[in-house]
């Protein structure tokens, strides 16, 4: 770049980064729930409802459009299929960014989940070669039945997350990988079925807790998809544990119904329901308005009908959603090991037996950790369990994901409990260690020389219960920074110990999902967020040696915050100056 070049260029952005602040601190999400019944007899209010979508779309900045699933109500008839193609063609003319949900009945002939899985129909109209080449389009499931869609406004990138209707453990293994590749984004996330609102519904529903669906209700009204998981599965296993997740909504259930969940942080979760298919004329067009105001960290409500020209005025159709929006996204890289996920295929684990001492147990899909595995009033026969995270730092043979020499920020090791404990009188705890020695899937007791002891096993790290709390939450999650700093720093990586507190008469134990698990979500996983190693240049954001296109997309995208990697000048603000001096760091 020449000099001669900098005052235009320098001037030409600071008119575009304060055009962009001023005009994008606020814009709209809109949500057409379940469709069904306008496909299969009432297509004027489902045209009438893209139609205002496609009106309103400057005036109200609409940036995305959220499809709840159920397109047609019978996912065997084509005509039906064509018409929900042909109302949703408008946004497709315009290239407005939007996902569609597969619901129940998109893939089932009756909307029955005694009915044969059909999900051909829905791939055939709205798969991913229906979007391919669009720029906000940035994938699908392996399958196709689950998609997920970038949107850049009011400064930020929203990841909006589609997964299919009861989410096979296929997809949230996809959506998995892509969320680890996306840290930097919240994520505002549509499945179809998930919440019900039991308490106000008047149709015959059994009376139980509104909110999500209660395990029970699986007995008469089972998965649909293929692989479907439950509800309380799909907040335990995936949502709480993605904390860029900000939002859930659905459908299926006639009613309208909101709450909020913690995730593994302690931060909001909204989950949200809307569906008005049991309305006269199909749902009589009523849709979502999600009007997001960035500086005033909320979300604003409407629920309205293009096809009365009506608002709902009442709490559940008019409310608001405090979201602290900048708190769903790390302000440092990420990077997340666990086997299975974006390919990675580095961890280690297995357990030794005191009981079994020349038996190798690394094949198994679970790890022991027990202070007498013989369950025996005259032996004390210990398991330990093991698990390490190869490839974790950059070698010498370019192996690895984070550069070696980083600030460690914080680790967390995952751990997800097959058997806890359920002994009415014991309630042992279960200590983490460093292990100081290598081992390997094939070591057993004897080979480690009796087990680990003494100078075998590091700083002593942290405990768990082994006593799930409550019963259906398996999940343990223990600090381990200090430990992946070391690593960094250029200490050996052998791992980690999980050994059983020694309680005399004692048999209880604890098994833990191990690398081999077959539900990929529950394998051990290494959760770690870093400062890369200086470079030299504060703008080199990519640490790629140059200060180049890919860091300006980077800085532009922290205007008008106060992040310190782009305030340079301490003023508070991401502004004019700051663009200055990241032009002076630009690569010549």
């Known amino acids: 770049m020449s000099s001669s070049s900098m005052p235009r260029l320098t001037a030409c952005f600071i008119l575009s980064c304060s055009s962009m602040i001023s005009a994008q601190d606020s814009f709209t999400v809109v949500g057409l729930p379940d469709t069904q019944k306008y496909s299969e007899s009432f297509p004027d209010v489902f045209m009438a409802q893209t139609a205002w979508v496609v009106d309103q779309r400057f005036a109200r900045d609409i940036r995305y459009v959220s499809h709840y699933g159920d397109v047609v109500e019978h996912g065997d008839d084509l005509e039906e299929w064509e018409i929900g193609n042909l109302a949703m063609l ?10 569609v949900n597969a619901g129940n009945h998109d893939i089932t002939a009756n909307g029955s989940p005694t009915d044969s899985y059909i999900p051909q129909y829905f791939l055939e109209f709205f798969g991913p070669q229906r979007y391919e080449g669009r720029s906000w389009y940035w994938g699908s499931s392996p399958s196709g039945m689950s998609s997920y869609q970038v949107i850049q406004a009011g400064g930020m990138d929203f990841l909006m997350l589609n997964i299919e209707c009861d989410s096979p453990l296929r997809e949230l293994t996809w959506a998995q990988t892509v969320l680890d590749l996306n840290w930097d984004k919240p994520v505002f996330m549509t499945t179809h079925r998930y919440m019900q609102d039991a308490e106000d519904y008047t149709g015959g529903v059994p009376l ?9 209700w699986y007995v008469v009204e089972s998965v649909y998809a293929d692989g479907g998981i439950q509800s309380n599965e799909l907040y335990d296993w995936f949502i709480r544990r993605n904390t860029n997740i900000f939002l859930v909504n659905c ?29 006269p004329n199909g749902g009589n067009g009523w ?19 293009p096809w009365l020209d009506a608002y709902r005025t009442n709490d559940e159709s008019d409310f608001t959603l405090p979201v602290d929006f900048d708190s769903y996204v790390s302000d440092f890289p990420f990077a997340a090991f666990q086997q299975g996920i974006n390919n990675y295929q580095g961890t280690l684990d297995t357990w030794v037996s005191e009981a079994d001492p020349d038996t190798a147990y ?12 013989s369950n025996s009033f005259f032996s004390d026969d210990l398991g330990q369990a093991l698990v390490r995270f190869q490839e974790v730092f950059v070698d010498e043979q370019d192996q690895g994901a984070i550069p070696a020499g980083s600030v460690i920020v914080r680790a967390v090791l995952n751990l997800q409990i097959a058997s806890d404990i359920d002994s009415p009188i014991f309630n042992p705890d279960f200590y983490l260690y460093q292990v100081n020695i290598p081992w390997d899937e094939a070591s057993t007791w004897n080979s480690l020389g009796n087990g680990l002891s003494g100078s075998d096993l590091g700083a002593f790290i942290g405990a768990f219960s082994g006593d799930n709390a409550p019963n259906s939450d398996g999940l343990r999650r223990l600090e381990v920074t200090e430990v992946v700093q070391a690593w960094s720093d250029g200490a050996p990586n052998h791992g980690f110990a999980i050994l059983p507190e020694i309680i005399g008469g004692n048999d209880e134990g604890i098994e833990i999902h191990a690398s081999e698990a077959g539900n990929t979500l529950f394998h051990p996983r290494l959760e770690i967020t870093y400062i890369p190693p200086d470079t030299g240049s504060p703008a080199d954001y990519d640490d790629d040696g140059d200060v180049d296109g890919a860091d300006l997309s980077v800085f532009l995208s922290l205007w008008g915050t106060s992040d310190p990697r782009s305030d340079f000048d301490s003023s508070g603000i991401t502004d004019g100056a700051d663009l200055s001096r990241f032009l002076s760091y630009w690569s010549l």
């Not at 690394?362 to 595995?373: K, L, M, Q």
């Open 251 to 279: 459908g299926h259930f006639h009613e309208q119904y909101r709450q909020q969940s913690p995730n593994v942080d302690g931060n909001t979760i909204h989950e949200v329901l809307a569906d008005f298919q049991d309305d």
């Open 362 to 373: 690394g094949d198994d899909s679970t790890r022991t950790s027990d202070d007498d595995v």
């Open 208 to 216: 139980v807790d509104s909110g999500r669906y209660p395990d029970i």
């Open 287 to 305: 849709l979502r308005i999600m009007n997001f105001d960035l500086q005033a960290n909320l979300i604003d409500v409407d629920t309205y009908s």
């Open 90 to 99: 408008p946004l497709d003319d315009v290239n407005l960014p939007c996902g």
